[in-house]
């Protein structure tokens, strides 16, 4: 298994540990944590093979949370 690190940008600092959370518990996710030092960004550790990353705006969007992936 490939494992792929991707930032996500989130509008709320607040609603990051939801989205965190509910990235977790998506099957190819492998790590979804917080960067205490940066209030706006998610670290997400997935599986490419079984985990499509673009979808992380649309999983925002179900939580009422708007967010977008950054690209390096």
């Known amino acids: 298994m490939a494992q792929v690190d991707t930032l996500v940008h989130v509008t709320s600092p607040a609603d990051k540990e ?11 996710v492998v790590a979804s944590h917080v960067a205490s ?24 969007r179900d939580l009422g949370i708007h967010a977008r992936l950054v690209e390096l």
Do not use: H, Q, T
Request: charged share 25%; net charge negative.
């Open 37 to 60: 030092d940066k209030p706006n960004l998610l670290f997400v550790g997935y599986d490419p093979d079984a985990f499509d990353i673009r979808s992380v705006p649309e999983i925002a």
């Open 18 to 28: 939801r989205l965190a959370a509910r990235l977790a518990a998506c099957s190819g």
